[in-house]
């Protein structure tokens, strides 16, 4: 029998085993790279990561590996982008740190202006001590984007507050520049704010995961009455939410600077990357006529994490090898000269105009005879930037282009034929003034204005010609005879006049809308997720809020939801609302004037002006979205670019001539049932936008007799044509002839005028004899 001593004994041993397995597992464990780990490991091993600092007096490279003579040689493999891997000499010094957790020692904090700018060199030391790798240490770590409280990224469940006034103004509400419902005492506020104003307050966010932390960008309350802001606050971070570590400056908690108004954002960056799990930022100082009330936006790298499922099933990709990037005006048009490049026979360049200060509206053209208008073919438009601060819609356009070229050049049949049937023009930036402002400081850092306005103070989207009035008007005025047509309303002659206030950015659209025959466009915007349909104006005068349509209603709607239900996202019953509006109960479309009332805006000109219906496309919340969401947002809005460009080619479509088969230019399309007419082009085709259906279709022009046609459409793609020839009216035929001798026509009225004027004479005389 086995002595109690032996037993002991024998234990001890497999203690000591045990031990030495679990450091040889540890071991290998830190010898793997990190996205190998198990990510439950992962965060076990980097649990204390965050206050985890180099001594400044010990040579140490956070980003780069040893031995440092080999730095000179250029890597084997290039790391992706966004991807951080800790170094050998990373974890030596992780460990080394746990011996003293109290002391964060850090360089004095930064105030940035220009997110993801690089910082000029100076006589800073870095956190491994050495002045030459400076630049290289910043620029890999403040490249990190938004998390995306923003974007939505971020739910609304992953933010907590310690008190909130009320539910308007709770922790979700804390998004980097989310704006405020009309009655901010409801249940859509402008901020988050606390409910009590004392340094204990605080707001955190949860990365569901390891992140980098590099900064923190905040903003005021959005708010008309009221002025409440953070003056400074001090960040935390955790990996559990309930032992935090507060950034230090020395032995002393660092203070951030806040905000001095409400809406302009301002940047803090980190002094140091902080990996953790929860960022907290606790206000200490506030506006002292107002509350603690907070928007926010925190910077950060998420670090791999391959074996999470709720991550990577929501990672999106792309497989298009396009130009993921922001292009101001000089790599815009560089970027546009690459595609004609490459697709010469397909592509034009051309400009419709200059902008105030002198830069030129580029658009290009996308045909199988790029500079010329094909009979029969209808033409399609798509602009963006006539709100220079919302720049997804400008990005979006130019990948566009790319890959339209690409696939082409692919043989994608799809595309193919959709550039073979079709004539399209692209303008991406009716407002390249504004952009290049709001380009200056970068994403996030314009708030929700800089650059939306051209250089001379006007808002292009609202500075067209106010036809509804005109219209509405005529039509109320029943005993008087109609003088304003349905369609094709002329500009009022003020308008016209060198002191009407009105941007030339403006008269180069209505120019370049007036010279070709468009049938459908959009114009991309920002700042929201739906599709808005004309009239954006109000009927009633007195309402800044009515239900407004066209007489073409259902033809606009099923436009609108053409784009919303292929999008990704904005028929998406579980997602967010951006701001205020959930526009789910009608599909993410919303008719215009609905939704706010606008007087001359590009919709309502385009459809009473022109034969162009035209809709507004807001294609994400973010207006500025920082260059790494462009890949996912060009998923979220590619096939709806393209379905919305094939709806070009839905209705009825034909030609107008004489009996010689001339065509006749702006004869009059009308259809039973719709107070909307359109317009021959110059070769006297036309196309006329209707859902499936049968149609009592009327062709007329000056001098014409009239001829009617039944007209079917069907749900199959491709209009439905429907041609018309129509014979002169006797009196036309003998003015054409008399014209011909040389010879006026005689009016029949002026002849009776001239024999009872002969009449009256008579009569007069004959009395003055008596």
């Not at 106010?466 to 005993?479: A, C, G, V, Y």
């Not at 500009?491 to 180069?508: C, D, F, G, H, M």
């Not at 890949?631 to 479509?653: A, C, D, T, Y």
Request: proline share 5%; net charge negative.
């Amino acid at each position: 029998m086995t002595s109690f001593v032996e037993k002991a004994s024998f234990a001890q041993l497999c203690l000591a085993l045990c031990a030495f397995d679990l450091t040889l597992l540890g071991d290998i464990t830190w010898a793997l790279p990190m996205e190998e780990q198990d990510y439950y490991l992962q965060e076990i091993i980097n649990r204390d990561h965050y206050y985890s600092f180099p001594d400044p007096e010990e040579e140490y490279s956070p980003f780069t590996e040893e031995p440092r003579e080999e730095e000179t040689e250029p890597p084997l493999e290039t790391e992706e982008p966004q991807r951080f891997k800790l170094s050998k000499k990373e974890l030596k010094m992780k460990k080394a740190n746990k011996k003293d957790k109290s002391t964060l020692e850090t360089p004095p904090v930064k105030n940035g202006n220009k997110k993801g700018e690089k910082n000029k060199k100076s006589n800073e030391r870095t956190p491994d001590g050495d002045y030459e790798r400076r630049s290289t240490y910043e620029e890999s770590w403040e490249s990190c984007p938004p998390l995306g409280l923003e974007t939505l990224k971020i739910t609304d469940f992953q933010l907590h507050a310690s008190t909130v006034k009320r539910y308007g103004l709770g922790a979700h509400r804390a998004r980097l520049n989310i704006q405020a419902g009309v009655n901010e005492n409801d249940f859509y506020d402008g901020a988050w704010c606390a409910g009590r104003n004392d340094p204990y307050q605080w707001i955190e966010v949860d990365a569901r995961r390891l992140t980098k932390f590099t900064g923190v960008i905040t903003q005021g309350r959005n708010s008309l009455w009221l002025s409440d802001w953070v003056t400074s606050y001090k960040v935390m971070v955790s990996n559990d939410s309930h032992a935090w570590i507060t950034v230090k400056n020395g032995s002393g908690d660092m203070i951030f600077e806040g905000n001095s108004e409400k809406e302009i954002p301002v940047l803090n960056e980190l002094p140091v990357p902080l990996v953790a799990r929860y960022i907290r930022i606790n206000p200490r100082t506030w506006y002292e006529d107002g509350s603690i009330c907070m928007r926010l936006e925190i910077l950060g790298c998420p670090l791999p994490d391959p074996n999470n499922y709720y991550h990577r099933r929501n990672e999106m990709t792309t497989t298009d090898n396009l130009d993921f990037k922001h292009h101001n005006y000089k790599e815009m048009r560089q970027l546009m000269k690459v595609v004609n490049e490459m697709c010469p026979n397909i592509t034009r360049i051309y400009n419709i105009g200059k902008s105030h200060q002198g830069l030129k509206l580029y658009a290009v053209e996308i045909s199988d005879n790029p500079g010329e208008h094909e009979v029969g073919e209808p033409e399609f438009r798509y602009m963006a930037g006539a709100h220079g601060n919302e720049v997804l819609g400008r990005e979006l356009l130019l990948l566009l282009m790319q890959f339209m070229c690409q696939e082409y050049l692919a043989g994608n049949p799809r595309i193919v034929r959709l550039i073979k049937d079709t004539r399209i023009h692209l303008l991406p930036s009716i407002n390249p003034d504004g952009y290049e402002k709001a380009y200056e400081v970068g994403s996030e850092l314009g708030g929700w204005s800089l650059g939306r306005w051209t250089q001379d103070g006007i808002d292009i989207n609202n500075n067209f010609p106010d036809l509804n009035t005109l219209l509405w008007e005529s039509e109320d005025r029943k005993r008087v005879m109609r003088k304003v047509p349905n369609h094709h309303i002329p500009i009022p002659e003020w308008y016209l006049s060198e002191n009407a206030t009105v941007a030339v950015e403006t008269r180069a659209v209505i120019a370049w809308m007036e010279k070709n025959p468009f049938v459908l466009g959009g114009n991309l915007q920002g700042g929201e997720l739906v599709v808005a349909y004309p009239y954006d104006m109000v009927r009633s005068t007195w309402k800044t809020q009515e239900h407004t349509p066209t007489p073409d209603d259902h033809v606009f709607r099923w436009l609108a939801y053409s784009y919303a239900s292929t999008h990704r996202l904005m028929t998406d019953a579980r997602r967010r609302v951006c701001h205020t509006e959930d526009f789910q109960k009608e599909d993410g479309t919303v008719n215009g004037a609905s939704w706010h009332t606008v007087a001359g805006s590009i919709n309502d000109f385009s459809y009473l002006h022109t034969n162009c219906f035209e809709l507004s496309i807001y294609v994400g919340c973010d207006k500025y979205p920082h260059e790494s969401e462009l890949p996912e947002e060009w998923e979220n809005n590619r096939e709806s670019l393209i379905v919305f460009m094939e709806q070009v080619h839905r209705g009825i479509k034909g030609m107008v001539r004489d009996l010689h088969g001339k065509g006749i230019p702006n004869a009059i399309i009308s259809v039973e049932g719709v107070n909307h007419d359109i317009r021959t082009a110059s070769d006297g085709d036309y196309w006329r936008l209707l859902n499936p259906g049968e149609y009592v279709v009327t062709a007329k022009a000056e001098g014409y007799t009239a001829a009617t046609k039944n007209c079917a459409v069907g749900y199959d793609m491709g209009a439905t044509r429907c041609d018309f020839t129509i014979s002169k009216t006797n009196l036309a035929r003998i003015k054409e002839i008399m014209e011909k001798f040389g010879k006026q026509p005689i009016s029949l009225s002026l002849r009776r005028n001239r024999q009872r004027a002969r009449q009256r004479r008579q009569q007069y005389r004959q009395l003055s004899t008596v």
